[in-house]
């Protein structure tokens, strides 16, 4: 069969279509039959143009088939802001805190939005901002060293800790480690981060120390304690000598606080100060070397900063329960929220307490903090030691 011309076929089209329209069922078979057969198009390509009639060229682009996306750029790109202003954040943790870090930057002139922008990033579900977000999405594969070395003195006077020493449902029982920054050699002197969770609430505090010695680890706990924002109450470590020594051991008495150490060789013992060692001190500051004073002072102002930004804007859920059936592992948790909505939740500070703490997050501005903790963090880097 000689092939038509696109004009010939065109006007085969348009003479049955009129038809087409008008005709019983049977009818259409027969003519997307003689259409077929003219024009030597699939039953299928016929019998849609048939119905919808031939495409006219214009000089627009083409769009996409399909419904209108809800979400464009004017709810993308301050998405996109707030999800790195939040650390790259999963969505579940991004919706729980989304209200508090847009409160916190309109209210500083950080980002002009429309109300009906701002209402649809809080109406936002967990897997919609996953969604929006899949393409900007970076995975870091990093690795780093232990640093840990046991402690053998007062082992028999610091027990185990097996939970019932400790009130876990409210705040004041942290647990304790080191971060090392020693890059890809322990040997020599280098700086450390001493990292504290709350395991109730998850508010952190770092600060940075010039080596592991054990008057320089104890200063940088009651240090942190002094900023806790609610009483010490309970303490506990891994087996690393700079914290199990008679230093710690007498002001843990002294103060009324429970002092209890992890069992030998078992990490997730510790799972709460651990994972905040790599999503508080490793994702910021990294895993290369740094020695010296000015390492430590650069170092403490960054915290000085992120404190602020964890504590009072990045939301975390808890692990409420797990179970096992076979090999399948079922984990729930809690709805995620910032360590200042648990501590506040938590009822145990006072009215003026709390009122202080409030006081203190409706003076941060976020959008700044990452600012000069970008500056910081670019000094810092110059400081690292290959």
């Known amino acids: 069969m000689q092939k038509l011309s696109m004009k010939a076929r065109n006007e085969v089209i348009a003479k049955q279509q009129g038809k087409y329209r008008k005709a019983s069922k049977k009818e259409k078979t027969e003519i997307i039959n003689i259409v077929c057969e003219a024009t030597g198009l699939s039953r299928d390509r016929a019998a849609r143009i048939l119905r919808e009639g031939i495409a006219k060229k214009s000089s627009k682009a083409k769009g996409k088939r399909g419904p209108k996306r809800k979400y464009q750029n004017d709810v993308l790109i301050p998405l996109k802001r707030i999800w790195y202003m939040m650390d ?41 901002i996953d ?45 304790i480690d080191l971060v090392a920054h020693c890059g890809e050699s322990t040997s020599g002197i280098y700086v450390n981060t001493l990292d504290v969770t709350d395991v109730f609430t998850g ?12 008057i320089h680890t104890f200063n940088a706990i009651k240090n942190i304690r002094e900023r806790l924002p609610f009483k010490l109450r309970g303490v506990d470590s891994d087996n690393g000598s700079e914290f199990i020594n008679h230093i710690l051991y007498r002001y843990c008495i002294q ?122 963090l670019d000094e810092l880097m110059k400081l690292a030691i290959r």
Do not use: H
Not at 90 to 110: V, Y
Not at 203 to 214: D, G, H, P, R, V
């Open 88 to 128: 790259n954040a999963c969505g579940k943790r991004l919706a729980a805190g989304m209200a508090d870090m847009l409160e916190s930057l309109i209210r500083f002139n950080e980002i002009e939005i429309s109300d009906e922008v701002k209402e649809k990033l809080l109406q936002l579900s967990p897997a919609t």
């Open 131 to 175: 969604r929006l977000l899949q393409k900007e999405r970076e995975q870091f594969i990093l690795k780093g060293k232990s640093t840990t070395k046991p402690g053998t003195l007062l082992k028999r006077d610091i027990p185990i800790r097996t939970g019932t020493e400790w009130d876990e449902n409210k705040p004041g029982y942290v647990e």
């Open 203 to 214: 508010w952190t505090e770092t600060e940075s120390i010039i080596n592991k010695a054990q």
């Open 255 to 376: 103060e009324k606080i429970t002092f209890t150490r992890s069992r030998p060789y078992r990490k997730n013992d510790n799972c709460y100060v651990e994972q905040k060692n790599w999503s508080v001190v490793r994702r910021n500051i990294g895993y290369q070397r740094y020695e010296g004073q000015e390492a430590v002072d650069l170092m403490n102002a960054y915290y000085t900063r992120l404190r602020l930004v964890d504590n009072f804007f990045y939301p975390s859920a808890k692990l409420k329960s797990k179970s096992r059936d076979g090999a399948k592992v079922t984990k729930k948790y809690d709805n995620a929220k910032t360590p200042y909505r648990r501590v506040l939740e938590s009822g145990i500070l006072s009215e003026e307490e709390e009122l202080q703490l409030e006081k203190i997050y409706l003076s941060i501005n976020p959008a700044q903090l990452k600012r000069e903790m970008s500056i910081i």
